[in-house]
Structures are given as C-alpha cells and as structure tokens.
C-alpha cells in the first residue's frame, strides 16, 4: 500500500515545524506496518500531548489522542478490552517521562503487549521549549536560561531496569535502523521500547547552537554507534544504537487468561 | 437465607449492584473507604470473563477504564477524596470524549487526606465541578443497601443513555455499615446496553454525530469503523476543530443533553411530604438520620416530612421548588459546610427560609442533632 494510504489528508497540513524529526518518525513506523502486512483495522494508536503525540491522528488507524502523560495507561485498558490488536503509543520524551513516567515504568513492569515509541527531542516542544528530563546537565532552555542542572535519564538503561522485555534506540538519521526495529517491536509478545533520537531544530537546536536540522541529524551520525562497537570501546561517550533487550516473559493479557481460569474453577466449587 | 438475600457492606452492595448491571472491567487503586469495592471486584469479576486491574495510581485508573470502556466494555472505578481529585482530569475527557464509565467516590474527611476512616459527604462540589471548564455531570447517591445497589445499576443504565460518565457519591457509613440486601432477579431491573451503530462496515460512521433523539450510537474502538477521539473541541469526525461554530456547538450539546434531561435523570424518595411544615432535605448517610426524625416526630403530630435526594446532579431544582413552596421550614441535612444547601437555597423561591443541620467533625449527624437544630431554628430552644 502507498505511503499515503495510511494519511488522514484530511488532518494536513500537519503542524510540525519544517525539519522536525516527528515526520520522519510517523514515515518509518508506516513502513514498518506496511513491511509487516498489517491491516490499518488491526492497528490502534494511544497518544498523549505533545508534537509527537499529535502522530496519532495524522495516521489512518483507530486513534485515540488523550491527555498529557497519561497515554500508557489509556493504551492498558484498550488493550485489555481488546487483547488481539497491536497497540502502538506513541510518545514525547516529556509526554512518557516527566508526567508519564509513572505509568512507563509500571506498564514495562507488566510487560503488557504494546509498542512504545519514545520521541526524544530532550525540550518541550509543543509547549515552546522548556527543558524535559531527557534534556541533560549543562544544555539550554527557555526555563533553564543559564544552564540546565537536571541530569538526563538513560531511556534503555531506565526501561530495562523496569522490565520492558525489548528496548531499543534508535535516530532519524537511521531510518532503516528504525523501521527494522519498529517492526520487531510489534511483533514483540510484551512491553516494546523504542527511543528515537528526533530533533527539534525549532527549539532544542536553536537554543543549544546546535545548527539546523541536518546537522542536527549529522550529529546523530557522528556520535552515535552501533551497540558494543569498536568505535564505543574507543570513545565511550558515543551513544549505542540497535536492539538491547528481546527477551521473553509472560505477557499481561495472557497471563490474565491464566486468572480468569482459576476463578472460573473457583467459582464453580462454590 | 435465600442465595439473594445477603448481610453485605454498602461497598459490596455497589458490587453486586454493578455486576448486576454488567460490569466487565475494573481499574482501581486502593484507598479507605473504597477498597472493599476493588477487594470484592478482583474476586468476583474474572469468575464471569471479567477484568480487574490494580493500577500505579487513580489517574491510571481512570484513564484505563475509559480506554476499556471505548472497546465496548462496561466499567467503573472506586476511589475516596484523594483519589478523586486526581481522577479529575481524565474525568473531564471522559465528558467531552462522551465514554460511558462510572466512578464511585467512598466520600471521606477532606480536604487533603482529611479523615480516611470517618465521614463526610464533602465532595459535593467537586463531583460538580472537579473538572476545568465548563461541564455538565451525573452524581448519584443513596441513604442504605438497597438503594445502593439500585442506584448503582441506574448509573451505568444513565452513563450509556446519556454516554458520559456517572458520579457514585457513597460515604463512609453506607460503604462500611452491613445491612440487608436482596439482589434482585435478572430482569427484574431494565439495563441499558450500549446503544451501538447500525452503520454497516465499510460505510462512514461519524463518532460525533447525534440522532434525531440527541443520542449518539458508538461503534466499539478497535472494530469496523477507524475514527479518532481526542479531548480537543472536535466535530462530528471526531476530529480536532477550533471553529467557533463547533467549539459552541459541541459545548452546548454537553450540557445540554444532561441539564436538559433534569427531570429524566432526578432520583428521590419522599416521605410525608405531602403535608410537610418542616420540610428536612438530605441524601446519603445523612437521610438515614433525617428519616428517623420524620418517623419520629410524626406520631407526636409534628408534620415533618424528608424529601431524600438520590440525584444530586443536575440539581433536580424544579422538584426542589415544588416541594420546598408550602412548608414552613426547609432545612437541609448533610455533612459538609452546606454544599447542597447552596443549590437548594438558589432554586427556592423563599431562600430566607431554607436552613442547615449540619456535622462536620466525622461524625454521622444524629436525630439529636437534627432535633436540636431545628428546635433553636423554631425558636424554641434545645
Ligand atoms: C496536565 C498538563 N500539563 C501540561 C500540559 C502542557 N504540555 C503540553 S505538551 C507538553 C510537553 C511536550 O513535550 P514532549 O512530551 O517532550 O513532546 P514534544 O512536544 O517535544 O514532541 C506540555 C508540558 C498539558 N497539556 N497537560
Ligand atoms: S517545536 Fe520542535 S518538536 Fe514541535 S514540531 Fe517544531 S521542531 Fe518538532
């Protein structure tokens, strides 16, 4: 099916700003569905608040845009109304970690089968630039004018510690990267975790001279690398890409099947 | 004793009620003196195919069970003060998302984490108007077992007429007192099903579009139909729209379909009202108090009658007015500083009349105290 087969023209023009990461991110996520041969019916896509989350309806799947933060825990009662569907969430590194973040580490906790897609732009774009926990010591924003002293989570380090069963990284540069790892990541039977570094040129890079976007994704290139590279041995300050976790685990919805078997042989004796 | 007659707390007399009426799904996070509903419930629901979750908190909560509920599910959630006031948010998309779901609130000493274990009926105001902007809700209550278990099936009958979400406001004294109660036959009380689409697969459904009778049919997310439902001002399409025509539009459907079905939604019980010159108003624990002063007045001849409120909102206020025109005295019985005093003393047409018994140290208001008031009120000391 044709890219634009999976747009809700109607919802166009989008409003991210020209260079924004977030589009490259919605057109690798549709050619990882398209890859996979999975109907828009069989899709349901959960998101927040934020210029990530606004994904959700530019996209031709049931969508369900809620409130800021609270996406996940949305996405947990869809999914266990409807344990069949693929639920894709995806989410702003403020939107899944700062207000959601409860909720991120409880449903990776689960391991409750859904996809989520960490948007890391490390600012508040939607809201105009204010720093986010992804941000990082030292980096600038309109609320940290002199420097910002809040240091930056590690999303993989974070989501496997709190058991996601698959966590991966991933940058708009490494389009095919990102596509491969999104489509493992809805196959996954379990909490999927995606964090994509995408750049907000508009604010993250404007305030932290970090040039346009292309460089911005120039400097994905540079200093990123692949997981347990011989580049990182040499420059530990690189960020590793690709797939850390893929494990398996019992998956909530299933593992609910088992309760619902022991009450029924329960209520039955009385 | 029968299989349908129990010795049941309130709070599991709100759990039968709400299996009754088809509950399926269950978010919840622990807090006195709600958490009998979420003990029961994860015993009772998965015996049935149900489910219950415990959640990392109640916006959690509140959030999956309208997650739950746009799959086509019958749902609740069961909180107290706290836990209320963290709901609010998510209770506000529920409205203008128009999900069906029902949240009982197991009122508690507030504000802050107040009184867990005492009463008080508080949360008045916040049902009302917990949630940003401007907003019409449902909020029900009722005085003993029995009508709590109706009231609670009323809820989610209300919740799917009206596809919006349905306030339970119990209190400590109901939710934790045992009493009798006797589960009705199946059928005996009509339930409300899901008013879904007819629109066949393949044809456009418009989420947001009412019927002629202001109802809007759903069509279970995640079926036939793929459409979008946001918590931004939306049109029929269910898509994000800042033109004024549909802001309007929208805003005045909300309220409307709820404050212009008042009358449909009031539910009350009366008793000696007819000749009444000392009208008392009360709802909830507080009722239990104020009927026993009426049952005990009337054989000495003072004409004392109760008008019980089971829906408190929409105010049902032409009822309120109706009644409140011949007695003498109108005083109304409750355990805040006056919360439903305020509605009742607005739509009177003799405010000067209208007064209060009140308790507001977590304890059950007593037929003394009502007694005493309205002596001192009557002039004739306590
Ligand atoms: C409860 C609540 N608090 C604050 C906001 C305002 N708000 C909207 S989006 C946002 C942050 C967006 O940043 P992020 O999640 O990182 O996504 P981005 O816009 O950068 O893609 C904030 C603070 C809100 N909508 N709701
Ligand atoms: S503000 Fe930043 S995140 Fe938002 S659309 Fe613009 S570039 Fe993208």
Redesign the interface.
Known sequence: MPVKDYI?E??FPHLWCPGCGHGIVMNALIRAIEALGLS??EI?M?SGIGCSSRI??YL????????HG?AL??????????PE?NIIVPMGDGDALAIGG??FI?AARRNIEMTAIIMNNRIYGMTGGQYSPLSGYGTLATTAPYMNIDHAFDVVQLSIAAGATFVARTTTYHVQQMTDCFKKAILHEGFSVVEVLSQCPTYFGRKNKMGSAADMMAFYRDHTTPIGSKKKKENPDLIERGIFVQKDLPEYCRA?DT??E???G??QKG | MKDNIKFVQGNEACVEGALYAGLD?F?GYPITPSTEIAEHLS?R?????G?F?Q???E???M???????????K?MTATSGPGFSLMQ??LG?AIMTEIPCVIVDVQRGGPSTGLPTSVSQGDVNQARWGAHGDHAVIALTASNHQDIFAITVEAFNLAETYRTPVILLFDEVTGHMRERLVVPEEGEIPLVGRLRTSVPEGVDYHPYLPREDGRLPMSD??G?H???????FHDM?G??SNNPGVVQGLLRHLMDKINNNAHQIARYNEYFVEDAQVLLISYGSAARSALHVVQNRRPRGERVGLLELQTLWPFPVDLVRERCRAPEIVMVVEMNMGQVLQAVKLGVDDPEKVFLANRIDGSLITPTDIRNILRVIQGKGV
């Open positions: 809700r109607r919802f828009k019916n349901v959960v959700s309806g031709d799947f049931h969508t369900l845009h809620t409130i609270r825990a949305f996405a947990t009662g869809v999914k266990m109304g409807l569907l409860n909720h409880h609910y309760v619902i022991r009450a029924k329960k209520g | 799904f978010a015993y629901l998965p015996q049935s195919g489910k979750i959640m990392e908190d916006i959690a909560s959030c999956a069970i309208i997650g739950a509920s746009l799959t086509g599910h749902v948010e998510a998309y997310f995640g036939v793929r459409y979008n439902v946001t918590g931004l399409w898509f994000p």
